[in-house]
Each structure stands twice: as structure tokens, then as C-alpha cells.
């Protein structure tokens, strides 16, 4: 009975020892295995025993990406302007092997390393420069990391420069600068709108005075082709008349001729014209030869009665 009681006793401790040395390792999850206090291996998610006493678990690493926020850091900038930074530094480690055995203190290390270069790269920039340059000096600190914690197994993804907080009296300078610059863009706004405003105003009175002179113009023609007509329609009345007054002349002259008229009734349509011709305003009057001699014959004509 004694014997069967250390038997059991020597049973439940191998149990003890046997489920204490399994280890189920998570995802995400690196464990750094050491044998005799050396570097054995490095177990990745999964099923793993460790040999009790010989082997221990040295170090469990994370191998999330993970974000440190590092506190303000005086720098100062190429025309001597003190500001304060602070860093956001976006980092994975890649080695276990390496993290847990190239650097003491791996995030202590990234945090003076950020530092150091944060202040390198703003010493070559003038304050108008680094105000404007976040991108650049993201770019330049990430690549100085990340060549820089390479050995240690890690590798930064991305750094962010998440405040940039100069002195107060650079804050009001900028301030009043700011507000300067707003009331100058404010009076080139005002400007160009009233120079568009004359503009517009000129074009508007250019098109009226255009389309002012067509409209003369349209009319001057309109009327200069209503007075050309008004001739037309006349010229063509006279000559229309005329025409008439020629056929009808024609007529009468046929008429005429068709009756045959004797001499004495000629010579008596011609002493009427003469007459007409006579109490006219001419101040000298030919006589054909004919008619003379007609005058002539009525004058002998005259003195014969008498006598």
C-alpha cells in the first residue's frame, strides 16, 4: 500500500510536468524558445512540448503591427525657431530571434532613434519649410527607421508627425499672417468682381450700340428702297402716260388721216396754234413761210370787205 501510494504520487507529478511543458501557441503569436539559457528555436502558432528543466519559453512576442505614440521633442529648425513634435511610429516585428537578442529596450531604442533623426531632418528646414513638408519628413524618418531596426527584426511601416506646435509668438505672427493674406485675397475677389461687373457693364453697351446702328442702318436701307420704289412706280406712271398720250395721238393723227381734212382745214388748225403760241411769254416768235402767206391773203382779204 505504501509502495502503490508513491506510485501514484510519481504519476501525477509526470502529469504536472507534461501539461505545464505543452504549449498551444496563439495566432499572431511568436514564442523564443531557450535550451541550457541558449537560443534553440522559435515556435510559431500551433501545437509544441518543451522539455521540462532543459527548455524555457525566454520570450513571447507579438507580431501585430503596433503603434507607439512617442511625447513631444524639442527641435530646432534651420532659421532657429524652437518647436515641439511629437511622433506616431507604426512598426512590425518581423524576427522574433533578432528582437529578443539585438537591442535592450527595442522601444526605448525607437524612440531616442526617432529623436535623433526628427531633429536632423528639422535642422535642414527653415519654419515655413517644415510646416508645409509633413509628407517629406514622414518619408525621411520612416526610411532612417526602418534601416536603422532592421537588425533588431523589426520593421516600421509608417511614421506620422501627429502635432507640430511652434512658440506663441510664432503662432500670433502666423496668425496675423494668416489674416492678412484672407483680407488680401478678399480685396483681389472684391476687384476682379467689380472689374468683370465694368466689363460686362462695356459689353453690354458696345452690343446695344450696335445693334442700335443696325437697326439705323436696317431703316436708312428700308428707306432708301422705299424712295427707290416710290421713283420706280412714277417713272414707270409717265412712262406709262406717255405711252398712252402717244397712242392716243397715233389714234387721233389715223383718225385724221383716215377723214381726209382739205387744206383750209389745215391752214385753220395752224393759225389756232399760232395763236396759242402768240399770247405765250416768248419774246420772239418765227412765222413758218406758210402761214405768212396765209396772213398775207387774210389781209387782202380784209381790204377787199372794206372797200
Known sequence: MHYFFIFLGIVI??????????????????????FLGAYKETWQTGFHIKIPFVEKVSKIVSLKEQVVDFPPQPVITKDNVTMQIDTVVFFQITDPKLYSYGVERPL?????????????????????????????????????????????????????????????????????????????????????????????????????????AEGEKQAAILKAEAVKESKIRVAEGEAAAIVETQKATAEAVGLINNAMPGYGFLTLKSLEAFEKAANGQATKIIIPSEIQSIAGLATSLTEVINK
Not at 511614421?159 to 511652434?166: Q, R
Open 108 to 212: 526605448s531604442a525607437i524612440e531616442n532613434l526617432s529623436a535623433t533623426t526628427l531633429r536632423n531632418i528639422i535642422g535642414e528646414l527653415e519654419l515655413d519649410h517644415t510646416l508645409t513638408s509633413r509628407d517629406t519628413i514622414n518619408a525621411k524618418i520612416r526610411v532612417t527607421l526602418d534601416e536603422a531596426t532592421d537588425p533588431w527584426g523589426i520593421k516600421v511601416n509608417r511614421v506620422e508627425l501627429k502635432n507640430i506646435i511652434p512658440p506663441a509668438e510664432i503662432q500670433d505672427a502666423m496668425e496675423k499672417q494668416m489674416k492678412a493674406e484672407r483680407q488680401r485675397r478678399e480685396s483681389i475677389l472684391k476687384a476682379e468682381g467689380e472689374k468683370a461687373s465694368k466689363i460686362l457693364v462695356a459689353e453690354g453697351h458696345k452690343e446695344s450700340q450696335i445693334l442700335a
Open 13 to 34: 507529478f509526470l502529469l504536472i510536468v507534461v501539461v505545464a511543458n505543452v504549449k498551444i501557441v496563439p495566432q499572431s503569436k511568436a514564442y523564443v524558445i531557450e
